[in-house]
């Protein structure tokens, strides 16, 4: 059986849907004494999906890492 595919929100290639793979979501996550959170409740179904190498290279990117290129081409 062939694995569900999905077009990765960064760089438009498709991902598949496995281990591994990113999916952006949304829902409620209660305040905890320590910080952070354990799991979403009533998560929402995935709104889009990305490959772990896009998602590293977008922490690099936004954490001043890796400087963004752009170009009009």
Same mark, same amino acid.
């Given at each position: 059986?062939?694995k569900?595919?999905?077009?990765c929100?960064?760089?438009?290639?498709?991902v598949e849907?496995?281990?591994?793979a990113?999916?952006?979501? +949304?829902g409620w996550?209660?305040i905890?004494? /320590?910080?952070? &959170?354990n799991? %979403?409740?009533?998560m929402s179904?995935?709104?889009?999906?990305?490959? +772990?190498?896009?998602?590293?290279?977008?922490? /690099?990117?936004? &954490?001043?890492? %890796?400087?963004q290129t752009?170009?009009?081409?």
């Amino acid at each position: 059986m062939a694995k569900e595919k999905k077009k990765c929100y960064y760089c438009d290639d498709y991902v598949e849907i496995s281990v591994g793979a990113y999916r952006k979501v +949304s829902g409620w996550a209660q305040i905890r004494e /320590q910080g952070g &959170s354990n799991s %979403l409740a009533f998560m929402s179904e995935p709104e889009a999906w990305a490959h +772990s190498a896009c998602i590293d290279r977008q922490k /690099q990117i936004k &954490s001043g890492r %890796l400087k963004q290129t752009e170009t009009l081409f």
